[in-house]
């Protein structure tokens, strides 16, 4: 079926911009099947198109909510741990919530820091990879009042720690989003791996890097928890661009170190499509996708994406972020493409659905630039289901910097603007949003601002038609 073409074999050319209650300054473009985005979905439900209305200025200064919603400061970077281990690492990204014993929720939260991190993970015995790195998660277990009981280090000694993903069997996967290697930036082991992060007890799952899984700049991952393939997006910042994974367990949903046991890595071709940049149009359907073994997962010569995968090549793109399973499918980001670095086409932001059932991938949300209204700088990033049976979308790019809602329609909405100014009065700059996920009653959104790192809770009428 050709690109232009959607699901039913009909032409996609009709687009709309739908935007509401706050969401100034995005453009989004969709299919008239949209639907399908949420149908089957473990969270959806038919609770209404529309948002919760206009975001309520905070008077702190600090996270802006519609009417009937209030937030509490669960962390913040540089204040002691309650383990007493050190200091809140900084750079709050990725980020699940799962839940515990007494209704308890364990949160378990990315830090990102490079290199030059400005707070690193503090060193642990028998749960640090890398001393050198000074990247990993902590780990919350709030209460069934969404009180703060513990907060700890779950991994250390690790390198940009971006995204991630739950397991069934509620275990976090970070993702480190780098390649460098041991000797680079003074690290003692090479980087680029998943890790296995058990937020209830960090120490049943270690420091273990999953090898198989392959070395490249990871940014996050979904489990199909039928058949246990593991998806993975990478998050390339020069040409050649990221590509789609699928990692092929020898022992699939085995429960925690499964996935130790090893397995195959394959990237994914659509067949006449180099760059997904290139497909601009909703609905547009692609069949028969392939999968392709990849030569050399530990990239010990050449980086993943640089080797050679036959005359046919591969599917690349720029900026591939969140990962998330829904229904059948497994859906991921494209953050942005831009022809002047290199990709064939512009957009502002791609949602992709891959169905492993018929073998095809769907083009199903198209943020800008072709729509009237335009959306600054680099969105979507981190995604999830919404009570609502929605989606949550974080932004990540210049100006004031939202987390957005998509109503099962199509429309979207301001949920939530950052306050926190960590620019100058001249040329104010926001902290990007990231890790937005929700408890296991659908009652608090959790969301992280990367910069000044921040853990907010926020509680609400979710349940109330959006």
Request: with cysteine.
């Amino acid at each position: 079926m050709s690109a232009t073409e959607s699901s039913s074999g009909s032409p996609t050319t009709r687009r709309q911009l739908l935007a509401r209650s706050g969401a100034v300054g995005i453009g989004i473009a969709f299919s008239g099947a949209l639907a399908e985005l949420f149908t089957g979905t473990a969270a959806a439900q038919n609770l209404g198109h529309s948002g919760y209305g206009p975001l309520v200025p905070d008077p702190d200064g600090l996270l802006d909510l519609p009417e009937g919603f209030r937030y509490r400061v669960l962390s913040h970077e540089g204040d002691p741990l309650r383990s007493g281990e050190g200091p809140v690492p900084s750079n709050h990204d990725g980020m699940a919530a799962f839940a515990g014993r007494a209704g308890r929720v364990h949160l378990v939260r990315n830090h990102e820091n490079r290199a030059n991190g400005r707070v690193p993970v503090p060193v642990i015995d028998g749960l640090t990879y890398d001393p050198a790195g000074k990247g990993g998660c902590t780990a919350l277990t709030l209460d069934s009042h969404g009180r703060v009981l513990s907060e700890r280090v779950a991994i250390a000694g690790t390198a940009v720690n971006c995204a991630g993903g739950p397991t069934p069997w509620g275990t976090w996967l970070t993702c480190e989003e780098t390649e460098d290697k041991a000797g680079t930036s003074g690290y003692t082991k090479d980087h680029g791996y998943i890790f296995e992060v058990d937020g209830a007890d960090p120490r049943r799952t270690g420091a273990v890097p999953l090898t198989a899984m392959g070395r490249f700049q990871h940014e996050a991952v979904a489990i199909d928890p039928k058949r246990g393939v593991v998806y993975e997006t990478e998050d390339a910042f020069e040409r050649p661009f990221g590509l789609f994974y699928r990692f092929l367990p020898q022992k699939p949903l085995g429960g925690t170190g499964s996935l130790r046991a090893g397995g195959r890595l394959q990237a994914m071709r659509v067949p006449g499509v180099p760059d997904l940049s290139s497909i601009q149009e909703t609905g547009a359907r692609f069949d028969g996708i392939e999968w392709v073994d990849v030569p050399d997962p530990q990239a010990v010569e050449t980086p993943i994406r640089h080797q050679d995968f036959g005359p046919k090549g591969i599917t690349h793109a720029q900026k591939l972020e969140g990962c998330y399973w829904g229904g059948n499918s497994v859906y991921f980001v494209s953050s942005y493409a831009r022809s002047t670095e290199g990709s064939a086409g512009d957009h502002y932001g791609q949602i992709w659905r891959y169905d492993p059932d018929r073998r095809c991938l769907t083009l199903v949300i198209v943020f800008g630039p072709d729509t009237d209204v335009q959306l600054p700088g680099e969105s979507p990033d981190n995604i999830c289901l919404a009570p609502s049976g929605g989606l949550m979308v974080c932004e990540d790019g210049g100006g004031a910097q939202h987390v957005f809602g998509v109503t099962r329609r199509g429309e979207v909405y301001a949920m939530a603007r950052n306050r926190q100014n960590i620019g100058s009065a001249d040329e104010p700059e926001y902290g990007e949003f990231a890790g937005v996920t929700f408890s296991p009653d659908g009652r608090t959104m959790y969301v992280n601002c990367y910069t000044p790192g921040t853990t907010f809770a926020v509680t609400g009428p979710w349940r109330r038609e959006p």
